[in-house]
């Protein structure tokens, strides 16, 4: 079986201030996928992130960094320099490779304070 | 190009009846999947369509079904509606297996309340 945790359920910062979101999961599959999508108020699911369980890369895409650690069934998404336009409720979430049967943590809402 | 989209947006429905939600999967996709969201909580997998099959599916009863045609559109039918059904229903597509990895587009999601 398949699990995502997202420990923090809401968090708030001030703009301009770093966040960080934690994601852990559990799989027995050596092979899987994790993501991030952001979701807004209007409810469509935006794509953030994909990486491989081969890939344990760090990442960073603009104001964007995620730490993915095998070790510790980790994907933790941070962003730098927090805006008001990043307040949204941010889902991690895990498939096994080939299908797309994917499983979310509960998210996290992040406000972001002007 | 269009990303994946559903009808209708919003729709309300009384207890007992059935409701049918439509969803376009991406251009080039040819795999859809249906998801529940319930009010707080993250998106559950329903089940998952392919060459207009069922190919996988959750832990959701029979009441709810679906279908795939041969444009890779779908829907998904939810038999004799209870209150516990309202949520939002969000369409996933993805590309032919072995093309743009494993990468899963959502669309906007049909808001279903039930009374």
């Known amino acids: 079986a398949q699990k995502v945790t997202q420990a923090q359920t809401e968090i708030s910062v001030v703009e301009k201030e770093d966040v960080t979101l934690d994601c852990v999961y559990e799989?027995?599959?050596?092979?899987?996928?994790l993501f991030w999508y952001k979701q807004p108020p209007s409810g469509e699911l935006v794509f953030l992130i994909r990486r491989n369980s081969f890939d344990e890369q760090n990442e960073i895409s603009g104001r964007y960094s995620w730490n993915f650690q095998k070790s510790t069934s980790s994907f933790n998404f941070t962003i730098t320099a927090s805006q008001v336009v990043d307040s949204a409720v941010y889902f991690c979430?895990?498939?096994?490779?080939?299908?797309?049967?994917?499983?979310f943590g509960t998210g996290t809402k992040l406000q972001v304070i002007p | 190009d269009a990303g994946v989209t559903q009808s209708p947006t919003h729709l309300i429905k009384t207890r007992g009846q059935q409701v049918t939600l439509r969803c376009s999967p991406k251009s080039g996709h040819d795999t859809v999947s249906w998801y529940q969201q319930a009010l707080g909580q993250g998106p559950q997998f329903i089940f998952q369509y392919y060459e207009e099959e069922e190919r996988q599916r959750g832990n959701f009863p029979d009441r709810f079904s679906g279908h795939q045609f041969p444009n890779y559109s779908s829907e998904l039918n939810v038999n004799a509606l209870l209150l516990g059904d309202s949520a939002l229903y969000l369409c996933a597509s993805s590309p032919p297996s072995g093309s743009s990895g494993n990468t899963i587009y959502f669309g906007e999601g049909s808001w279903l309340t039930v009374v």
């Open positions: 979430a895990l498939s096994p490779g080939g299908y797309q049967k994917v499983t």
């Open positions: 799989t027995r599959d050596t092979t899987y996928y």
